[in-house]
């Protein structure tokens, strides 16, 4: 039995799933806190580009 715990906590494939699951996560919630930032006033830039037209 010590020997399948040992080789358990020798295992690192999953930490480094976890590594990539959270690096991926952090550049999705980026993409969206900017989208969200600059989307009102891309929103009111076609507007006037609208009513100019």
């Known amino acids: ?3 399948i ?3 358990f906590l020798k295992c690192t494939k ?3 799933a976890i590594e990539y699951a ?3 996560s952090l550049i999705s ?4 806190a900017g989208a969200t930032a600059i989307g ?3 929103n ?3 507007t ?3 009513d100019g037209l």
């Not at 919630?29 to 969206?32: G, P």
């Open 48 to 50: 006037e580009v609208n």
């Open 44 to 46: 009111d830039k076609f």
């Open 14 to 16: 999953g930490a480094t």
């Open 1 to 3: 039995m010590p020997a």
């Open 40 to 42: 009102g006033s891309l």
């Open 29 to 32: 919630i980026s993409i969206v």
């Open 5 to 7: 715990i040992r080789s």
């Open 22 to 24: 959270l690096i991926a």
